[in-house]
């Protein structure tokens, strides 16, 4: 049993520098699991933000990136602005069309 | 504009059925595989079925094997989810997701459709 972990909440000061990190309980993430970000606010559908380990997704402010830091995926927001309070999730591609999430992160900006 | 609307939720008993739909435009759909990801009320996004563009390669999370069943239909641009054998827990909102198979992501997403399990 896979499971991909990421911390519960989190916060950052407006205009401050946050990384979210998402880890697998056994094992060290690496590019070979296409780590992909996503945000999501209540009530709307998820919003695609990182693949493959550090691609911005088309018009996602360069204020997000993607990196592996140590044996983790992470998702560093620099600069964070309020509209960016949401949750977000990331999601390793086990094995051959296998993908699983991580239980989220919920991102207070204040 | 690319669009993902699914539709096919709603209350049902346990037991018994459903058949999702996701229907794409602004894409050529055929090119794509395409996913369901689900999400339970107040929780976390869980993958749970995958279907290749030609339809040759299907796969199911362990949570739905056997009981659900995912198919397309390219010449419509649609996707399907028949969930049979309906629990609690498989309450949730089902968003249909194109998949980017070069870079296994999900890059397109529905707006979901919530499907409720109680008696």
């Known amino acids: 049993q896979t499971v991909v972990t990421q911390e519960p909440s989190f916060s950052v000061s407006p205009g401050g520098t946050v990384t979210l990190t998402c880890g697998l309980s056994?094992?060290?993430?690496?590019?070979?699991?296409?780590p992909s970000w996503y945000q999501q606010t209540p009530g709307q559908a998820p919003r695609t933000l990182i693949y493959?380990?550090?691609t911005r997704s088309s018009g996602v402010p360069d204020r997000f990136s993607g990196s592996i830091l140590g044996n983790k995926a992470a998702l560093t927001i620099t600069g964070a602005q309020a509209d960016d309070e949401s949750d977000y999730y990331c999601?390793?591609?086990?094995?051959?069309?296998?993908?699983?999430f991580g239980g989220g992160t919920k991102l207070t900006v204040l | 504009e690319v669009q993902l609307v699914e539709s096919g939720g709603g209350l049902v008993q346990p037991g018994g059925s459903l058949r999702l739909s996701c229907a794409a435009s602004g894409f050529t759909f055929n090119n794509y595989s395409m996913s369901w990801v689900r999400q339970a009320p107040g929780k976390g996004l869980e993958w749970v079925s995958y279907i290749s563009s030609t339809s040759s390669t299907i796969y199911y999370a362990d949570s739905v094997k056997g009981r659900f069943t995912i198919s397309r239909d390219n010449a419509k641009n649609s996707m399907y989810l028949q969930i049979n054998s309906l629990r609690a827990e498989d309450t949730a909102v089902y968003y249909c997701?194109?998949?980017?198979?070069?870079?296994?992501?999900?890059?397109?997403w529905g707006q979901g459709t919530l499907v409720t399990v109680s008696s």
């Open positions: 493959s380990t550090n």
């Open positions: 999601v390793l591609y086990i094995s051959s069309g296998i993908w699983v």
């Open positions: 997701a194109a998949v980017q198979v070069w870079n296994y992501y999900f890059d397109y």
């Open positions: 056994s094992g060290s993430v690496s590019p070979i699991y296409y």
